[in-house]
């Protein structure tokens, strides 16, 4: 396989001297090495196979991780997939605290990457569960109790857009971190708008 280009408008992200340069730096070469186009999304470097995401490489306090966009089909012999909460229904990450694991694991990782590329060229696709059947976090059901406007506008909503509210409010541990997410949206879901809509 081909080595991809690197793409200077994602040089930021890994010039920006964070906690996880090293790291960062090793992915970004490990999958380049695997001939997927390197480009900017949602603040991260994203790789894509003809236009359909593949890989994201992301970081956390705690670690620094390599995202599968579609990592729920993916085999996953080596046991390394984690699925982030619950509520993810298709992405799966490998997580890293230091550069020596991501050399160590090259060799399978570029395993997956390759499978994640086949699956694309099939056209798999993940089957999601009904936003009924997801786990809406309590915070957020009480204020659809509390307040019918805000529970119409929701079901008014599309089960995608459902979807990305009920997940992004469930990735916090704290509940008053919850809140406050919650708290920032309820204008934007009373006017029918989704989590990433202007």
């Known amino acids: 396989m081909i080595a991809s280009i690197m793409n200077p408008k994602v040089d930021f992200f890994f010039s920006k001297g964070k906690k996880w340069s090293q790291e960062y730096e090793q992915l970004r070469m490990l999958v380049l090495d695997c001939g997927l186009t390197e480009e900017l999304r949602w603040g991260c470097p994203c790789y894509t196979f003809q236009k359909k995401n593949i890989v994201l490489i992301h970081g956390f306090k705690e670690y620094c991780a390599l995202l599968f966009f579609k990592g729920a089909l993916l ?15 298709s992405a799966r990450q490998v997580r890293f605290t230091g550069v020596r694991e991501i ?18 060229k099939t056209g798999a696709k993940v089957s999601f569960r009904k936003t009924a059947e997801l786990d809406v976090p309590e915070e957020f ?20 857009r459902q979807r990305g509210y009920i997940f992004y409010f469930s990735q916090p541990k704290q509940s008053k971190t919850r809140e406050a ?15 990433d809509d202007e």
């Open 75 to 89: 085999k996953d012999p080596n046991r390394i997939l984690i699925q982030q909460t619950k509520n993810v229904q």
């Open 181 to 195: 997410r919650i708290e920032k949206y309820v204008k934007q879901i009373l006017t029918g708008k989704g989590l």
């Open 103 to 120: 050399i160590k694991r090259e060799r399978v990782l570029k395993t997956y990457v390759k499978e994640a590329i086949e699956l694309e």
């Open 141 to 160: 059901q009480n204020r659809l109790d509390d307040n019918p406007a805000l529970k119409t506008a929701f079901g008014a909503l599309t089960p995608g």
